[in-house]
């Protein structure tokens, strides 16, 4: 989806977590070559970067002109602009291998965003066959700190979920339980079955609290006139917290599906 993050993208791309290196590792050594990935919705290119440690070419694709801007340069990876007016042709022919070309798709916390048949189309007819894999995964609003304070959090997430405007919000809401995956298996989870994952993030409250507002969920419960940070609950969430300036461990729950073309 186009433009999802465009007017918060350095604000987005601080609160990311960083993907653990051995989940490319992992993915590398289920993939039968090594010599072209695909990583779509790449973002600033984080995951496109991890990737290039084990393949020989990566190509990073956005809908955002915005987030390609922020790239971060490689001598394997290469940024490509992709339009959501481009046909399965074009984006065939971009990724430059041509079909049964691609070793590993990744797409990282994005998929639910795509026109998800369109994708998956595109993702069968470029993966190699056989042992091309394809690895779609994210994380949600489900973090961990402190029970006191993830407690507070549980309230707080439940009193978002109104206001997600976006209906493809559901697929990272539910930890892409109900995501479609018409793929077969390689044992990183499986359509219905994520495998389940954690990654980290150290950072202070006033960090967090600039995260917070900048949810689409918050935003769009402000112009309907509901303050869901409003200053008692900010206190709230700080004294769990243990101050404002204090920088403690978030522990975001992440999930993975990853396959292969049936």
């Known amino acids: 989806m186009s433009g999802v993050y465009d007017n918060q993208a350095d604000i987005y791309l601080d609160a990311r977590p960083t993907y653990p290196s051995d989940w490319y590792s992992k993915l590398a050594a289920l993939s039968h070559r090594h010599n072209l990935a695909w990583d779509a919705g790449t973002g600033n290119g984080q995951a496109a970067i991890g990737i290039a440690e084990h393949y020989e070419r990566v190509v990073a694709t956005d809908v955002s002109e915005t987030m390609l801007n922020l790239g971060k340069p490689h001598p394997k990876v290469t940024y490509h602009h992709t339009p959501s007016s481009m046909t399965e042709d074009e984006m065939v022919d971009l990724i430059g291998g041509g079909e049964s070309s691609v070793d590993l798709i990744t797409v990282a916390t994005a998929v639910h965003w795509f026109d998800l048949p369109r994708f998956y189309a595109v993702a069968n007819r470029l993966l190699r066959k056989p042992g091309g894999i394809i690895a779609v995964w ?67 409250f006033e960090g967090l609290l600039r995260i917070l507002r900048s949810w689409s969920a918050v935003g769009a419960a402000k112009e309907k006139g509901v303050d869901l940070l409003s200053d008692n609950v900010v206190k709230e969430l700080e004294t769990a917290w243990g101050g404002s300036e204090l920088v403690r461990t978030i522990v975001y729950k992440t999930f993975m599906l990853a396959g292969i073309v049936r």
């Open 138 to 204: 994210s994380y949600n609003n489900d973090m961990a700190v402190s029970p006191e304070f993830d407690s507070l959090m549980a309230r707080f997430n439940a009193e978002t979920l109104p206001y997600f405007k976006f209906p493809e919000s559901r697929y990272f809401l539910d930890g892409y339980k109900t995501l479609p995956f018409p793929f077969e298996s390689v044992g990183l989870g499986s359509e219905g079955k994520p495998i389940e994952l954690e990654m980290k993030k150290t950072m202070s």
